[in-house]
């Protein structure tokens, strides 16, 4: 029988603060087909851990190959190593509640392919994120710096303002003139050029977005104009390839600082990609560690710093960090499928750690609806079973879990982004 902390949990709309969703013209033109939905994701890096050769798995997401039995039997071993993980459970659920399938077979794999093109019509996108997964909107990094409205779900989709490319060190002066006219040729005119991108952007932006993590060390250093405008001047006269790593570093920790002041100035909060890297055989643990940013907070007391995936696996000294200092919050964004249990169990010691006002519940992190769909549901599982056994153990009342239920999962989001601004704003632009 259904508790009444599990239907507060599955009614409430949750709040998405993380996607890379394509956008719906790719959707209904290039969408996947079955293969491409189901493993299109996070999984193929446990395939790659659990023995699935480069080759087979080149083929599970080729579709222009009609053999979908064929396909899927290349990697038939290493899913059944798999299917237990996050990222395996939640291929499950795309199955089990898109196509009907409850078990992954290449005969019902390929009885299946059909019910892509029944996904492939307008609105189902929105359907599946809004209707089935009762997502309350969902908040969009496409790698960009437009925020423009969308219109297949204006005042649902949402979009950050992309600010990876500057925070390590990469100067696009040819996409920064098309983006803002200026010419960015010395240090005065890359700041114009960041001013005027915000001014263009940033009233339709729900936050500012950046996974630098994946290209340099997340540790971050005062630079002086003088020093920046000396690593600007080798970025502009060399190629990328002969940019030095002190160089690319000293440019980037400026124009990141550049960014934060920017956030405070246009009140958008800044998101930063910390912990684990997607993929496999190139994450340097030592760069990912959320600690490692501690002079850039201390910098800037007056910013908003979103703290995304919950550094795993340094979840503990996030949890410190977020204790310490008032300006950070934590996004359990792709750690529900990274590492279920590490997730439930850090919602737990969190609530009894840290102000319970500074925790975001999910983010789904993936490209295609179904995945995101299924993402929030195995995010509302974790949120369940963390706090039905905060209630079993004592620690909380059910009324209690209901009220942090609510926090996490819509409330804190809404107190931390300007959602209902950002979408006035975005119908004016409509």
């Known amino acids: 029988m259904a508790t009444d902390l599990a239907h507060h949990i599955q009614e409430t709309p949750l709040v998405d603060t993380h996607e890379h969703l394509k956008r719906e013209p790719e959707w209904l033109q290039d969408g996947p087909d079955i293969l491409q939905d189901l493993f299109g994701n996070y999984v193929t890096a446990d395939l790659r851990t659990a023995g699935a050769a480069p080759d087979a798995m080149q083929r599970l997401l080729d579709a222009s190959d009609p053999d979908v039995a064929g396909r899927f039997g290349g990697i038939e071993a290493a899913w059944h190593a798999t299917r237990f993980t ?42 599946l994120l ?44 040819r996409a920064i003139h098309a983006e803002t006219g200026v010419d960015v040729t010395d240090l005065p005119s890359l700041r114009s050029a960041m001013e005027a991108i915000f001014a263009k952007h940033a009233p339709c932006a729900i936050a500012v977005k950046s996974q630098h993590a994946y290209a340099r060390t997340l540790r971050w250093s005062e630079r002086s104009d003088a020093e920046a405008a000396a690593a600007l001047e080798r970025v502009l006269r060399r190629p990328p390839e002969e940019i030095d790593t002190a160089t690319g570093l000293c440019l980037g920790d400026w124009c990141w600082a550049r960014g934060v002041e920017l956030t405070i100035e246009h009140d958008l909060p800044f998101k930063i990609h910390t912990g684990y890297y997607a993929g496999n055989d190139r994450m340097p643990a030592p760069w990912i560690a ?111 879990a209901m009220a942090i239920a609510s926090r996490i999962m819509r409330d804190n989001q809404y107190a931390c982004f300007d959602v209902d601004g950002t979408r006035a704003n975005i119908r004016s632009a409509a």
Not at 90 to 117: C, F, K, N, P
Request: charged share 20%.
């Open 86 to 127: 996050g990222y395996g459970e939640a291929v499950r659920l795309i199955a089990r509640h898109v196509y009907g399938l409850d078990e992954l077979s290449a005969e019902g794999l390929a009885a299946a392919q059909g019910r892509t093109a029944e996904l492939r019509r307008p609105g189902e996108r929105y359907r």
């Open 130 to 173: 809004r209707g089935v997964a009762n997502l309350d909107h969902v908040q969009t990094d496409d790698f960009r710096w437009p925020c423009l409205p969308d219109h297949s779900g204006i005042g649902f989709f949402l979009y950050d303002l992309s600010w990876a490319s500057f925070c390590r060190g990469d100067i696009d002066v």
């Open 290 to 400: 959320a600690g490692n940013m501690c002079a850039l907070f201390a910098r800037y007391l007056d910013a908003r710093f979103v703290l995304m995936h919950i550094a795993y696996p340094y979840c503990d000294e996030l949890a410190a960090l977020a204790k310490h200092y008032p300006n950070i919050w934590v996004d359990l964004c792709w750690a529900w499928s990274i590492d279920p249990y590490s997730a439930g169990d850090f919602v737990r010691r969190f609530i009894h750690a840290v102000p319970i006002n500074k925790l975001f519940a999910f983010g789904g992190d993936t490209g295609w609806p179904t995945a995101a769909m299924a993402y929030a549901m195995q995010a509302r599982r974790g949120i369940l079973a963390a706090l039905q056994a905060e209630v079993a153990d004592g620690s909380l009342t059910e009324r209690e």
